[in-house]
Every structure is written in structure tokens, then in C-alpha cells.
């Protein structure tokens, strides 16, 4: 089993649908074959995607490094990164692409 993720980097959207897309562009890349599924991989970088929920304020993508290497493969357009978070502070989030480990639920009040 893999190490968790750390740390990912914050993507803001305007509206869910575009986070929602590009997340889903993103995918499909890592998913196409040899290339894309190279950033699948157990290794330090490999790719972790979550994508904020309604509950979240504003429409959000978590990328690990190795996404954020993956979307760059792939030149897909994404927004500058708005800041660096824990992966704690992405707890809820639906996770897109990633292991069991990676999954964070929602802290219990």
C-alpha cells in the first residue's frame, strides 16, 4: 500500500462545473494508457486528485505533485495553484483518483 499524500495544491475555479471538468479531463489522461498511468505508479509522486465538495465555499481541485506533473503532461490548461494545504485540510473531499489511504472523511463535531 502506498504512502499517503501529504500535501496538495489548491486550484480555484469559478464555477463547480469547471473544477468538476478539468478534474475529469485530468482523469481521463491518467487513465489512456502507458503515459498517464506512469503517474499512477507507488512512487513519492504519484498522482492524488480530490475535488472539493457543496460543502466547500468555493469550487476547489486538491493535485498532489505528481497531478500536478500529469496535468502538465497532458497540457491542460489549469490556474495558477492558490496555495499549499495538508491533506487534512482536504478532509471531504470526493476523492477522484487515488488509494483508500488517501481518502480523509470530514472531521466529527
Known amino acids: 500500500m502506498p504512502n ?10 469559478s464555477t463547480p462545473l469547471e473544477a468538476t471538468t478539468m478534474g475529469s479531463r485530468l482523469m481521463a ?9 506512469a503517474f499512477l505508479l507507488d512512487t513519492p509522486r504519484r498522482a492524488v486528485i480530490k475535488l472539493g465538495t457543496p460543502a466547500f465555499r468555493e ?10 506533473a500529469a ?6 490548461p489549469l490556474p495558477p ?10 478532509a ?14 470530514p472531521a466529527q463535531s
Open 4 to 13: 499517503p499524500v501529504e500535501h496538495f495544491a489548491v486550484f480555484r475555479f
Open 29 to 37: 489522461f491518467l487513465t489512456s494508457g502507458p503515459v498517464g498511468g
Open 59 to 68: 469550487p476547489v481541485l486538491y493535485l498532489s505533485e505528481g497531478a500536478v
Open 71 to 76: 496535468a502538465r503532461q497532458a497540457g491542460l
Open 81 to 90: 495553484a492558490s496555495a499549499m494545504v495538508s491533506a487534512a485540510d482536504t
Open 92 to 105: 471531504g473531499a470526493n476523492l477522484l483518483v487515488g488509494d483508500a489511504i488517501d481518502y480523509l472523511p
